[in-house]
């Protein structure tokens, strides 16, 4: 039974934003990440503070990551996102 709700919760935290087990996280340098939004909508910069990562900026276009974001460089958020869309891509073809 405590396997069954560890995994329970481990589960429903792969699906908070603020987790650090979120299961859409891009890219992370020290105490910055980038998350893809569970609706792939947008990227979400986030700063962890005091033990939970709190969204600071939204975004639909790449280029507005730097912009807002200039501790994330470009090139490296541009890899990042092309491989979790490489990831994303390999993984619906496998289901």
């Known amino acids: 039974m405590l396997w069954l709700i560890t995994n329970l919760v481990s589960a429903m935290n792969s699906l908070n934003e603020g987790s650090d ?7 992370v340098l020290n105490d910055i990440r980038l998350i893809r939004c569970r609706d792939n909508l947008q990227w979400i910069t986030q700063y962890h503070r005091g033990g939970y990562w709190r969204s600071r900026s939204y975004h639909t276009d790449i280029s507005t990551i730097h912009r807002d974001e200039p501790m994330l460089d470009l090139q490296c958020v541009r890899e990042a996102i092309a491989r979790d869309a490489n990831k994303r891509l390999v993984q619906s073809q496998i289901a």
Request: proline share 0%.
């Open 21 to 27: 087990n979120y299961s859409c996280v891009v890219y």
